[in-house]
């Protein structure tokens, strides 16, 4: 049998492995009557993953401790581009980690879909992961199912690490579906917490939400809230996320209290922004990856601009925090100290977590 090494040395001196009588080609795989199994290391079987899937096992422990495992890793090369046409957008976000392979994951973003149709998703996408020795796809997973669960478990691990240990009071600004993800994780791994606000400009706009939480099959182990006044209720929050597409900051510091953490998730853009000035000043300031934020999104380019912040400002990101602490979110701060740390995403983030659901799909 021709290993995946042999394999691919052939292949690059432009050679074609001889194959055993017993193997034939069916339906893009090589396939061995003996083992009646797919042959490692000459074509890989694509699997397809989408909110269809059994994926029993998946939990948000589970995905965290991928997190913190890809990052234990050597540093993610990483590109992002954009195409804009109008409001419509497709943003391809690639990246590739020694010993996970290469992922790009596409995603368009066509605001005008749900009043062209009712049901019609303004954001759709998909992942592709690529083997790291061969190239050949090895999963396609839907875009909505991988950033549902990384960018939750992003920011929750960003929480971990810097914020307080038993927070009691969640409040988020925004109701939409990252919320929805947000209230999922935080709630799962902080069980300390009690009361969940939404801080939204309209009490309508978190109806949806409230709909949904209503209908969860699980009793929630929590308060629910709703404030349209944000001075009233963040004062009161261990925690402060926001999720939104503001463009000026929705969140002020002389608002926040000691020891609080901010969770900043929703801008993505370089004219985006969730938190003022004085909000970066007052905390401890980290992201989730330097190559995808302090160059890329307004949230730290505006106030790197105009001077507010200093480049050093930025103390860290995860690959720092992890390798600073214990490397299974041990805490490191000064339980006074307030936190602010920037969830900007990337690809290295849906590769860590593709190759979880990838190991957890039969």
Same mark, same amino acid.
């Given at each position: ?11 690059a001196e432009g050679k074609t492995a001889q194959l055993p009588a017993s193997i034939h080609y069916f339906t893009g795989l090589f396939w061995d009557d003996r083992r009646s199994t797919a042959i490692d ?12 899937? /059994? ?28 195409? &804009? ?9 690639? &990246?590739?980690?020694?010993?996970? +392979? ?21 954001? /759709? ?61 935080y709630t799962t791994i902080f069980p300390s917490i009690t009361t969940v606000t939404l801080c939204v400009r309209r009490l309508q706009s978190a109806d949806w939400l409230r ?15 709703? $404030? ?78 105009? +001077? ?14 992890? &390798? /600073?602490?214990? +490397? ?30 990838? $190991?957890?799909?039969?």
């Amino acid at each position: 049998m021709v290993s995946r090494g042999a394999a691919a040395d052939m292949a690059a001196e432009g050679k074609t492995a001889q194959l055993p009588a017993s193997i034939h080609y069916f339906t893009g795989l090589f396939w061995d009557d003996r083992r009646s199994t797919a042959i490692d290391g000459l074509i890989l079987q694509t699997q397809f993953i989408d909110r269809c899937s /059994q994926l029993d096992q998946l939990n948000w422990q589970g995905v965290i401790d991928a997190l913190i495992a890809g990052h234990q890793l050597p540093r993610a090369a990483i590109t992002d581009t954009v195409l &804009a046409d109008s409001t419509n957008r497709l943003l391809n976000r690639s &990246a590739r980690i020694e010993g996970l +392979g290469y992922v790009v994951k596409s995603v368009t973003v066509f605001p005008k879909n749900p009043a062209r149709e009712q049901f019609l998703p303004s954001v /759709q996408g998909i992942c592709t992961v690529f083997d790291e020795c061969t190239g050949q796809a090895r999963a396609l997973i839907d875009a909505e199912l991988l950033t549902y669960w990384k960018t939750a478990a992003d920011s929750v691990l960003g929480a971990k690490l810097l914020g307080p240990a038993e927070p009691e009071h969640l409040l988020i600004f925004g109701a939409g579906q990252v919320a929805r993800s947000l209230i999922d994780a935080y709630t799962t791994i902080f069980p300390s917490i009690t009361t969940v606000t939404l801080c939204v400009r309209r009490l309508q706009s978190a109806d949806w939400l409230r709909h949904k939480l209503a209908a969860d099959e699980k009793r929630l182990p929590f308060a629910l809230r709703v $404030s349209t006044d944000p001075a009233a209720v963040v004062p009161l929050a261990d925690i402060v996320a926001t999720a939104t597409t503001s463009e000026t900051p929705v969140l002020q510091g002389n608002w926040l209290t000691s020891g609080a953490h901010v969770d900043l998730v929703g801008a993505y853009m370089a004219s985006m922004r969730e938190a003022d000035d004085h909000t970066l000043q007052l905390g401890a300031l980290y992201v989730d990856c330097r190559d995808t934020t302090v160059e890329h999104i307004g949230e730290l380019v505006i106030p790197l601009a105009s +001077g507010a912040i200093q480049p050093v400002s930025v103390l860290g990101d995860l690959y720092d925090l992890i &390798a /600073q602490g214990t +490397g299974d979110g041990g805490r490191i701060r000064d339980p006074q100290q307030i936190t602010v740390f920037k969830n900007g995403g990337g690809a290295h983030l849906d590769l860590m977590v593709a190759h979880h659901l990838m $190991s957890l799909f039969p």
